[in-house]
Each structure stands twice: as structure tokens, then as C-alpha cells.
């Protein structure tokens, strides 16, 4: 089937987030993977505010456009901004896209927010964005929003530009194999078209956001422990792990760097850990953390996508939802037992186990028992493939897992 979408969807989750924050003296970042729908989200926020308003400016800056390639540290980008919103009869908005590229921004845009030249909207694509010792001249003085890879109900809105008959099933197949970034959907919907965009995204991401940005020299290594955690989605991991499995295939690599080397795929958001936290001492545990994937299709494009990953990758889709919906996560550890996820906001916590299918009794006793040993009154929950809801046993509750993906509302 080929695709025709080429105008930009609205995602109203992130622009109801961010015009909370517009004509506020704050600046707004919108942080995530490259190529996770950021350069759209802000082109949404330049339309609504331009529409109508004769009275403002936007200033717009993209650093993977070479146009702007001769915008390099703070002062390049002060005096461009500065020649831009000299006019005093407008009110300037500011937008400047992979805000990372250029050196010691900071202090650029931290002058440009005590002078009050404009309203502030930077993306980029580096978790370590904020944590830089400059960072510190903007501390208090910026909101950031995350953003992710389209969830299931924004990706049905996308298959909904290019199909008149949607099967939710189907397409729910589709999106455990191909993932949630936007660009997919400017492709014809075919394995192999999918797959070759994917995996020049992947490369790309590598070489621009890890291995560039972290000057890496030793780029197999580097791939061989991003396949490992790969393929062992949902796995508790450990660096030691890693290195040992490695060692045994001639590879030698010291803990310390395999440690390094999660932290820069964390940081370019290929990866997300989920730490592990003992209910009863009530502690985080060190070492062993899970580790999913910032988006399932860069996942299955780079080691193959295979049936028996099934449970590894319907946790994956459940850990983004969790953490599109604003929750804390961490993996829970009752004595022997695991707790698949402990998701916290606002003080409130809620338990949940994912499995594919409630089959047979083997696999509802081990779903169901960890979360009954369980003593505290908050809400626990199995969420699986089976087409049943709100199934109460001892205090837990089923939920179809298409359902939970398409209504957050379950969890309340």
C-alpha cells in the first residue's frame, strides 16, 4: 500500500503540554531521539501562534540545515538572534531545533531570556542536554518535554491518513514490528522498505548522537553491546553481564567501559533502564537494572524481529506508555518474586505484571500470585492479550492490553 501522508499530524499531547507553558517567561525544551517528531511539533506551535497575528515574529534556527552552519558557538547564535528582533513593534518568538550543535548555547539563550528578546521553544536530542556545568545558567528557568516515539493511538491516527479500513488487531501487529517513529509513514507500508529507513535512521543516530558526540573509536564494540541489550529486552542486565558475555565471544571490554557506553545510548534515548527496587526493604538495588528500547522498530530493524520476543517487546509498549503518561517506573523485587513494573506519580503507586496470553494455570498463578503477596492497598494490575477487562482476582485486575494502550483511564 503506498503512503501518502506528507502534511504533519497533530500530536495534542505534547502541544497541550507545552502552550501551558507559551508567553511565559520560561524556556521551553523539548527534548527526545532524533527523528521522534520534535522539528513537527514545533512547526505546529509556529502555525498556531503565527495565525492571525501580524503583531509577531518567529525566529527560526534548524541546525541540520546547512543554511545555518555558520551559527557554531553562543556568540554566532547572539548575534543572529540579536540583527533578527531589533524591531521593538513585534514580539519575537524564538525556535531553535538541535539546540546540542551549538557550543555553550547557554549562555546565549540564558542572556536572551533576561533581556526579554522573545519567547523560547529548543529542541534537542541529548539527554545530557541539561546536565552540563553551563546548564547551571538556566537552572529554574526551563520546562522540558520529553518527547517519544508515536504511541499506539497516535499511530492509528497516522494509518488512518493512508487506509479507510482499519483493523486494530492488524495494526497493532504492525506496530510491535515497526515502532512508533513518524518517518515510517512517509514509506510505503512493506517490510523491507521499513526496515532499509530504519536502519539508516539507527546508523545515523549511532554515528551523529553516540559515536560522534562521545568520540567513540571502537564502533563494533559499541554495536555489540547495543545488540546484547537488543536482544534481551525486558531482561534483568547488568554490566558485568555484558562484559562477561562478551569476553566469551574474544571480545575483551572492561565493566566500567560497557557502563559508559549504556550511559551514551541512554542518552541519545535508544535505550531507557528501569531500575529495580525491593518492595519489602523499600530500597533501590544496584546493578541490576531492565532495559527498553526508545523505540521497538529500531530495535527489530537492527537484530530481526522473532516471535518468541513477543513478552519482551508487549513490555517494552507497556514501559513507553507508562512513561508517556508521566509515571516514575521501576522493576519491583518481592523476595524471589519480580514485579514487572512499579509505576509511581503524584504519590500514587501502581503494580503491574504483562504476559501475551493468560493461558494456562501455570501462567496466571506466577501473573497473578507476585501482585497478591503484595500488601499495600494500591492498584494492581495484569495487562495482557487476552480480550477481557477489569477480571478481579484477590484485589488484582485484568486489562486487555490494546485497551490499555488506547485508554490510560484503566489505570485510575
Known amino acids: 500500500m503506498r503512503c501518502c501522508v506528507f502534511d504533519i499530524i497533530k500530536r495534542p499531547f505534547y502541544l497541550e503540554n507545552i502552550f501551558k507553558f507559551v508567553d511565559k517567561p520560561i524556556i521551553k525544551i523539548i527534548t527526545g531521539m532524533r527523528r521522534s517528531g520534535k522539528s513537527s511539533i514545533l512547526k505546529m506551535i509556529i502555525e498556531e501562534i503565527s495565525v492571525n497575528n501580524p503583531k509577531i515574529k518567529v525566529i527560526y534556527i534548524n541546525k541540520e540545515s546547512l543554511r545555518f552552519d555558520f551559527i557554531k558557538d553562543y556568540k554566532d547564535l547572539y548575534k543572529y538572534v540579536s540583527e533578527k528582533s531589533k524591531d521593538s513593534n513585534f514580539k519575537y518568538y524564538i525556535f531553535i531545533d538541535e539546540i546540542q550543535e551549538i557550543s555553550e548555547w547557554e549562555k546565549a539563550v540564558s542572556s536572551f531570556l533576561t533581556d526579554n528578546t ?7 536530542s541529548n539527554a545530557h542536554l541539561l546536565s552540563s556545568e553551563l546548564s547551571t545558567l538556566i537552572t529554574g528557568r526551563y520546562i522540558e518535554i520529553n518527547v517519544l516515539p508515536l504511541g499506539f493511538t497516535e499511530f492509528l491516527d497516522f494509518r488512518k491518513k493512508n487506509s479507510k479500513n482499519i483493523n486494530i488487531d492488524i495494526e497493532f501487529e504492525n506496530y510491535l ?214 477480571v478481579n482476582r484477590n484485589g488484582v485486575f485484568t486489562i486487555n492490553l490494546l485497551d490499555f494502550c488506547l485508554n490510560k483511564k484503566f489505570l485510575d
Open 118 to 124: 522573545g519567547d523560547l521553544f529548543l529542541t534537542g
Open 177 to 390: 514490528q515497526y515502532g512508533g517513529l513518524p518517518g515510517i509513514h512517509h514509506m510505503e507500508f512493506e517490510k523491507e522498505v521499513i526496515y532499509q529507513y530504519l536502519n539508516s535512521l539507527f546508523d545515523s543516530i549511532l554515528l551523529k548522537d553516540v559515536i560522534s558526540r562521545n568520540n567513540i573509536r571502537n564502533v563494533s564494540v559499541l554495536k555489540s553491546i547495543t545488540k546484547f541489550i537488543f536482544d534481551n529486552c525486558g531482561n534483568l542486565t547488568t554490566a558485568k553481564n555484558i562484559s562477561d558475555f562478551l569476553k566469551s565471544q574474544r571480545i575483551n571490554i572492561t565493566v566500567d567501559t560497557v557502563q559508559n557506553y549504556l550511559s551514551y545510548l541512554e542518552e541519545a534515548f535508544l535505550v531507557f533502564s528501569a531500575k529495580r527496587y525491593d518492595i519489602k526493604g523499600k530500597r533501590y538495588l544496584e546493578f541490576f537494572s531492565k532495559y527498553y528500547m526508545g523505540d521497538i522498530g529500531l530495535r527489530n530493524g537492527f537484530v530481526g524481529y522473532r516471535n518468541e520476543d513477543i513478552s519482551g517487546l508487549l513490555e517494552n509498549v507497556v514501559y513507553l506508555e507508562l512513561i508517556r503518561c508521566g509515571y516514575v517506573v521501576s522493576i519491583g523485587k518481592k523476595e524471589e518474586l519480580e514485579v514487572d513494573f512499579i509505576a509511581e506519580k503524584n504519590g500514587i503507586k501502581v503494580y503491574i505484571q504483562v504476559c501475551y496470553m493468560l493461558n494456562t494455570k501455570e501462567v496466571i498463578e506466577r501473573e497473578f500470585s507476585v501482585l497478591e503477596q503484595i500488601s499495600d492497598n494500591y492498584p494492581k494490575f495484569v495487562i495482557s492479550m487476552d480480550k477481557i477487562n477489569k
